[in-house]
């Protein structure tokens, strides 16, 4: 059975500042400290290691990609804040091997937003944590290198030690809104990760519950699957930038790193 996903522009009822963020969400933490989880009724039903990781907490930011505070995972991917302009950082990494190959992944099922898709090879949240926040770019890309490690360790078992931090190459910044369901859904800055490694895996079933590296050619014809799905996002820079980049890992990324500009899907 097929399944499809829908993809949103980036537009909501208020410019996003700190002033109406802080008005419309009280959830948001300005000291980007965890908040708990609220007591309803919005998770039953859930894998229990998913529901718990609900209460990590993102980065809220306004559209300019400033940090203005903090809110639970939870918070954050509920669809009713998301349509009311809560918005939150990001990153996906894409891993290519020494033959160029691309490693991606198909989320578990039991992952509460866009369950059993196939996507990038590593896509999550720098936390409000210490190491992870930064307001300027700089400390922003650092911040979002120290989550992307910590969670291919995580969902993949890649070590910190194979994915060295000063290996990750920033290519630029998505803005993007997408549902997942009618409750869930994204609402990113997403940091566009590149990195050449030749990794060993030891996959969390967790968090995926496969995955495979393929060339340019193989993806393409993946997408043509109608079987197949995939995550909005993966689907976006793969339709805009991926292939292009892709055909310069050799030569000529250096062109791509580190755009300032914040690119609106």
């Not at 500042?17 to 965890?34: S, Y």
């Amino acid at each position: 059975m097929s399944t499809t996903t829908t993809t949103a522009t980036c537009t909501q009822t208020e410019i996003i500042t700190a002033e109406n963020v802080l008005r419309l969400f009280p959830e948001v933490n300005t000291t980007l400290a965890a908040t708990a989880r609220a007591e309803d009724n919005d998770l039953e039903g859930y894998d229990e290691e998913q529901i718990r990781l609900m209460d990590e907490v993102c980065i809220v930011l306004d559209e300019n990609d400033v940090p203005i505070g903090s809110a639970s995972k939870k918070v954050c991917h509920l669809m009713k804040n998301i349509d009311r302009g809560l918005l939150h950082r990001a990153f996906s990494v894409f891993l290519f091997d020494s033959n160029n190959r691309l490693l991606l992944q198909q989320r578990a099922d039991e992952k509460i937003t866009f369950p059993g898709m196939w996507t990038n090879t590593c896509c999550s949240h720098p936390l409000g944590i210490p190491g992870e926040t930064g307001a300027e770019i700089s400390a922003a890309v650092q911040g979002v290198r120290r989550a992307a490690q910590r969670k291919l360790d995580h969902e993949l078992g890649i070590k910190p030690a194979q994915v060295p931090l000063d290996k990750f190459d920033f290519l630029t910044r998505i803005h993007y809104k997408a549902p997942s369901d009618g409750k869930w859904g994204e609402h990113e800055i997403d940091y566009i990760l590149f990195i050449r490694a030749d990794v060993n895996l030891d996959v969390n079933p967790n968090e995926a519950q496969d995955t495979r590296y393929v060339t340019a050619e193989e993806l393409r014809e993946m997408f043509k699957d109608g079987k197949l799905a995939f995550t909005p996002w993966f689907k976006l820079i793969c339709e805009s930038m991926l292939f292009e980049w892709w055909e310069h890992l050799n030569e000529g990324l250096d062109r791509y790193k580190a755009e300032t500009q914040i690119r609106r899907m």
